[in-house]
């Protein structure tokens, strides 16, 4: 049995022709103004931009404030600190106490150089040291002598000046007693006064006498102590004969050969302190005049590192560079090798919240007076004011702010344009 439904009774509707029409109308109209609302600007920024770049071209940063430090991180070698080489004091043939590589202690005997000049000299020297010596004693006992004859002299002149006294006192007493005459007392007044002349100038003789005596062996001595200096320093010219190690290390390189004739003051080897080292660096030209001594540097050994002071500049420049020494500050790795390569890294600035942004290409293509600063898709030129600069990052001093960002690649394809249109 089949049951009817209502089917039959529904008649199917078309909507108005009207209402459809406003519809697409009011589609179109929103679609219109949003795109005319998405144009405009664009228009805008075309009627405006001198130029147009793609943004993937471009590399932008962004002006950050922060602490600005200004390196160069440069290739150094381990020198020792302490490295002497001992040169031939004279000339003569040389032989070697130890080999190439040897450990050595401070004062240590490490070479000896045979000359016979020198020592037969020293041999001479000390016979005639041994003459003089035997002079100054033969003068010194011959002034004796000649003292005491002297001072016989001298008393035999007083002993003859008291008997004339007692005579001219004995002549006066018995002239007084008128039996001696006048001519007697005068002869005995004669003979004093014979005496006193004679025993004046017996005085002065010895006085004499004595400060010729004193100036020979003055003169006798004054010799000897010469010849000794000359015999002390013959010594020592011996002893050095003998090279000594002047530090506790190793020995370098013999710069010549075993038994062979060295000339004076001849290089002969080196010794190498091994207690404590030092930084050789190469630093290029342009930082020259930006090193300092007493500057701040990081050295890396393996993964650590350690503090050191630049400790000299070199005031040679060559081949473009110019040479420093860093010392460490604490005691340095025990690892380390004479010349040994490590990275170092030189502290040439340190500057506080200023602001910075990334180095890039921009610095030279405006000669660091202009930069291109990005607003709404459009870049704007705008004059600068760069301070220092390092390998990472641009001090900024004037014409931009913090959170702006600029472009810091090159900007030669602008060509100086004010305003520039960035694609996306």
Request: proline letters at 3%.
């Amino acid at each position: 049995m089949k049951i009817s439904d209502t089917s039959a009774q529904d008649t199917p509707l078309d909507p108005p022709v009207r209402n459809r029409a406003l519809r697409t109308f009011a589609i179109v109209a929103v679609a219109g103004v949003a795109a005319l609302l998405f144009l405009v600007p664009l228009v805008q920024n075309w009627s405006r931009a001198q130029a147009s770049v793609a943004a993937e071209r471009l590399r932008i940063g962004e002006v950050t404030r922060g602490d600005f430090i200004r390196d160069v991180t440069v290739q150094g070698r381990v020198v020792a600190a302490v490295s002497p080489t001992l040169y031939a004091s004279e000339s003569g043939t040389i032989t070697f106490l130890v080999e190439s590589g040897d450990s050595v202690q401070a004062g240590d005997a490490i070479a000896s150089i045979d000359s016979p000049e020198i020592q037969n000299r020293l041999l001479q020297e000390r016979s005639r040291l041994s003459s003089l010596h035997v002079e100054y004693d033969r003068q010194r006992i011959s002034g004796e002598q000649q003292r005491l004859e002297s001072q016989k002299s001298r008393d035999s002149v007083a002993i003859a000046l008291k008997a004339a006294q007692r005579e001219l006192e004995r002549a006066q007493r018995a002239y007084d007693q008128g039996v001696m005459t006048q001519v007697d007392l005068d002869k005995a007044r004669d003979s004093l006064e014979t005496a006193e002349v004679l025993h004046h100038h017996a005085d002065l003789d010895a006085g004499l006498v004595v400060e010729r005596l004193d100036f020979e062996l003055q003169t006798r001595k004054l010799a000897v102590e010469q010849q000794t200096l000359l015999v002390e320093d013959l010594n020592r010219q011996v002893e050095e004969l003998t090279l000594r190690s002047p530090v506790s290390g190793i020995v370098g390189n013999l710069l010549t050969q075993q038994k062979t004739n060295v000339a004076r003051n001849q290089a002969v080897l080196s010794v190498v302190d091994l207690s404590a080292f030092e930084v050789e660096v190469q630093v290029p030209e342009t930082y020259v005049n930006d090193l300092a001594i007493g500057m701040l540097a990081q050295v890396r050994a393996g993964t650590d590192l350690y503090p050191a002071t630049l400790l000299a500049v070199s005031p040679e420049i060559i081949g473009n560079q110019v040479t420093g020494r860093l010392r460490f500050e604490r005691p340095a790795p025990d690892n380390l090798r004479q010349n040994q390569r490590l990275t170092t890294r030189i502290l040439l600035e340190e500057k506080h919240q200023v602001l910075m942004v990334p180095r890039g290409q921009f610095v030279e293509s405006g000669n660091g007076r202009v930069a291109y600063r990005l607003r709404d898709g459009m870049a704007y030129r705008t004059s600068i004011v760069i301070g220092a600069t390092s390998l990472s990052s641009v001090e900024i001093l004037e014409g931009l702010e913090e959170g702006d960002h600029i472009v810091v690649s090159s900007t030669d394809a602008f060509n100086n344009a004010g305003t520039v249109l960035v694609n996306d």
